[in-house]
């Protein structure tokens, strides 16, 4: 499977963004997000089932960060609401085989800046 990430941007605190994740090849997998801000490792952020059933947000993103997907079009989606400073960060869409809840993933995409400017 091969994900492309787009979406990111330069935006101001506060605004909202919508990035997506284009899956081609096999697309049934748990999808996941992933970050990483300047000079720290990269973290996990939230994932969706393969069937969207499901999903999990680390506690810093809960009520602001809203993942998604739509098969027919394999793109999964992250919206997020009142960007902070914090959340700058290059974000990684992610694909992995093993069951949902793991923080393993098997496949990434490029990536997709965002910068909030404060």
């Known amino acids: 499977v091969q994900l492309q990430a787009s979406g990111g941007g330069l935006v101001q605190v506060g605004d909202s963004l919508r990035l997506s994740c284009l899956a081609s090849?096999?697309?049934?997998?748990?999808m996941g997000w992933f970050r990483q801000a300047p000079g720290k490792e990269r973290e996990f952020v939230t994932a969706i089932s393969r069937t969207g059933g499901s999903t999990e947000y680390i506690e810093a993103v809960k009520g602001r960060f809203t993942i998604s997907r739509d098969n027919a079009k394999n793109t999964v989606y992250l919206v997020i609401n009142s960007l902070k400073p914090e959340d700058t960060a290059v974000y990684y869409c992610a694909a992995t085989t093993r069951g949902f809840g793991t923080r393993s993933y098997d496949y990434w995409g490029q990536g997709t800046q965002v910068t909030v400017s404060s």
């Open positions: 090849g096999r697309t049934a997998y748990h």
